[in-house]
């Protein structure tokens, strides 16, 4: 065998070396994604299933000194103050445009907390179109505890001088009704449905918005390992017919 095909050969099993190298480094590196995916799959619906849970458990009775998890059911007792009503753009479960009522409610403890009151038709906007859903003593109510919500990119900032909201940011809704942000809950009490309720804001609009697609994930990862192995043998395989051609 000459210099150069000494220099050839020698080339080639470097190259050999180096592209399994990196075959075996895109297999695990594919299949430690796939893992990944399948640990995420389950942790989320360890989340989802304590969240329904929670959501079907029986209420908690408000403690403004508490900390609950997020999708607690609460219970809790106090006056409107719906004067200072606060109005957010929002899509019913129908599809249909209107707006979610937020408005404080105080308790006889001095606490305060917003409360999610649920959905109005643009028609019933007005408070005097809907007179008998303002009711002026102390209510017993029951709901969902909800973060705050974050703006996203494409979501219009809210216009607070006309109150209109695209988003409830707690912070500025705080701020709204002129209270110290730490005289206030912080989170927002989202109220359920109630059958005796006629008149609008209509409560039960609570969503988990919270997808769990980490199964099509990590099968999609671990396809691609797959098909990567099928790859590689089928040029491992046309690769040494031809070596045996010559």
């Not at 029986?58 to 106090?78: H, K, L, Q």
């Not at 303002?134 to 900032?157: D, H, Q, W």
Request: glycine share 8%; proline share 4%.
């Amino acid at each position: 065998m000459n210099k150069a095909s000494e220099a050839r050969t020698s080339g080639a099993k470097t190259s050999g070396i180096f592209g399994t190298v990196i075959v075996l480094a895109a297999f695990v590196a594919l299949l430690a994604l796939g893992t990944w995916q399948v640990q995420r799959m389950v942790w989320k619906t360890d989340m989802l299933t304590a969240i329904h849970t929670g959501m079907a458990a029986e209420p908690t009775v408000f403690d403004n000194s508490a900390t609950y998890d997020e999708y607690t059911r609460i219970m809790v007792e106090g006056r409107f103050d719906h004067a200072k009503e606060m109005y957010v753009y929002a899509i019913n479960k129908n599809g249909l445009p209107g707006f979610y009522i937020y408005v404080p409610l105080h308790t006889d403890n001095n606490e305060t907390i917003i409360i999610n009151r649920g959905f109005v038709a643009p028609d019933f906007l007005d408070q005097a179109t809907r007179a008998e859903g303002l009711p002026s003593g102390n209510v017993s109510l029951t709901g969902m505890l909800r973060n705050g919500a974050v703006k996203k990119y494409f979501i219009p900032e809210n216009d607070i001088t006309a109150n209109r909201w695209f988003f409830a940011d707690l912070a500025a809704m705080v701020d709204n009704i002129g209270q110290d942000r730490d005289t206030v809950y912080p989170m927002i009490l989202e109220l359920e449905a109630d059958s005796a309720v006629t008149v609008p804001p209509y409560g039960g609009v609570t969503r988990v918005n919270i997808p769990n697609n980490h199964l099509g994930y990590a099968i999609t990862w671990y396809g691609l390992a797959l098909a990567l192995l099928v790859v590689v043998f089928i040029y491992r395989k046309k690769t040494n017919r031809k070596q045996e051609e010559i």
